[in-house]
């Protein structure tokens, strides 16, 4: 369960946001997970519900997005959208796949009370 | 506050499982940085909303601790490997034979993690290799806070090797950078040929995916071939190295794979800050 782990940091970078931009309430969280990290979304939620619990970020809505996976082929050199690993080239059909988007985890934007 | 990281800051280490994860007992950071923030202020009614971007990666945090445990290692010249697997796969049992096989010529540091017990640097001790345990509580992963604090502990020894015995489980520790030059996946036969297709993250990240306990291969249907090639579509550049830390057959491939990535290092790296 890292979710909680990563939960835990979403909830250090909501507030420090809030210290910077004096909020009292952090009212809503915009993340975007690469749909190739290593993350469950619906386990995020969860422990994103379980530590932001009395919290100034306490009730924030969480709107979650995945960010599509791209790879490129190592033998034709094609790109090519990846939603899961392992993925073959859908133009040549080998399996020299390079990730070149959608690992990463990022909290986008959030909105606050002062 | 805390000397190594600096972490004196207000928001650090809430939870009563992170806070498993600092040993120093001068370190009681986690205790009344989460008081609640004044809800009923009068105030309130007049209070705007405001949309804050932010643009932060999750995993900002755990990266620049690791980025310092890069820093620490190549003034020190030490090479890191980082070894995942489920339990029970037999990185213990592997790391006591690797051990054997390159001290003394090679100074030898290991950092052990597990969820409770100290069994493991105990094991690892008796070769007479230093040996640090992290207990990481309901953690199922190392993170590189924790790592960072352990490096003083021994203090780091020129041009040694250390090893880092993640936490066994294959999903959560993938998602952790250690700071380590080197990251070693290993599945034993008994586990099924297509564990690269279940936890394909852990695959992806590693450098050297070993297959473990080859001794039992004639007993189990785990197709060696098969699992390899699995390996390889998810990460074409693994290395794939077959063998069993019981019967020795295989390891001398592990040895000099560690030697040869860590010479790769210490060149690489002797260049970079010449
Ligand atoms: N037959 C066989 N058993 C092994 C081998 N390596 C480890 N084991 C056994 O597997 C079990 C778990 O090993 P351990 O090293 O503690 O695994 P860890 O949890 O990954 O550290 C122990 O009972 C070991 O004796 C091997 O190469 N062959
Ligand atoms: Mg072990
Ligand atoms: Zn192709
Ligand atoms: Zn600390």
């Known amino acids: 369960m890292h979710e909680l782990a990563l939960a835990e940091e979403v909830l250090i970078i909501a507030e420090q946001q809030a210290i910077q931009h004096s909020l009292s309430t952090i009212n809503s969280i915009k993340l975007t997970i690469g749909a190739l990290s290593c993350v469950e979304p619906e386990a995020l939620r969860w422990a994103l519900e379980v530590t932001l619990e009395n919290t100034l970020a306490d009730h924030a809505e969480i709107q979650l997005t995945i960010a599509p996976g791209k790879g490129k082929c190592g033998g034709c050199g094609a790109t090519f959208a990846v939603t899961e690993l392992p993925a073959a080239c859908p133009q040549c059909q080998n399996w020299q796949t390079q990730i070149l988007a959608g690992q990463d985890m990022v909290v986008q934007q959030l909105t606050g009370t002062e | ?274």
């Open chain 2, 1 to 274: 506050m805390c000397g190594i990281c600096g972490c004196e800051s207000t928001t650090h280490e809430h939870t009563d499982q992170s806070h498993h994860l600092h040993s120093h007992d001068s370190h009681d950071h986690a205790k009344d940085e989460h008081a609640a923030p004044e809800t009923e202020t009068v105030q309130q009614e007049l209070s705007s909303t405001r949309l804050i971007d932010v643009e932060a990666r999750i995993q900002a945090r755990n990266d620049s601790y690791a980025e310092q445990i890069r820093t620490r290692l190549a003034a020190n010249q030490v090479w890191a490997c980082n070894l995942l697997s489920s339990p029970g796969a037999g990185k213990t049992t592997l790391l006591v034979e690797t051990i054997k096989a390159l001290q003394p010529a090679i100074p030898l540091m290991v950092i052990e993690g597990d969820q409770q017990t100290d069994n493991d640097a105990q094991r690892i001790r008796q070769t007479g290799t230093p040996a640090v345990q992290i207990n990481t509580g309901k953690v199922c992963h190392l993170d590189a806070h924790a790592v960072l604090h352990q490096l003083d502990h021994p203090a780091l020894t020129e041009s040694a090797i250390l090893f880092i015995e993640n936490v066994g489980n294959l999903i959560c520790p993938a998602a952790f950078d250690l700071g380590e030059q080197a990251r070693v996946c290993i599945i034993s036969v008994t586990e099924g040929d297509d564990k690269p297709l279940k936890y394909p993250d852990a695959v992806l990240g590693s450098d050297l995916l070993i297959i473990s306990k080859t001794d039992l291969a004639p007993y189990v249907d785990f197709d060696i071939g098969r699992c390899a090639t699995n390996a390889r579509k998810i990460n074409p550049k693994i290395d794939v190295i077959t063998l069993s830390a019981k019967t020795g057959e295989g390891t001398t491939p592990w040895i000099d794979w560690i030697k040869a990535s860590r010479q790769h290092y210490r060149q690489t790296s002797t260049l970079l800050t010449a």
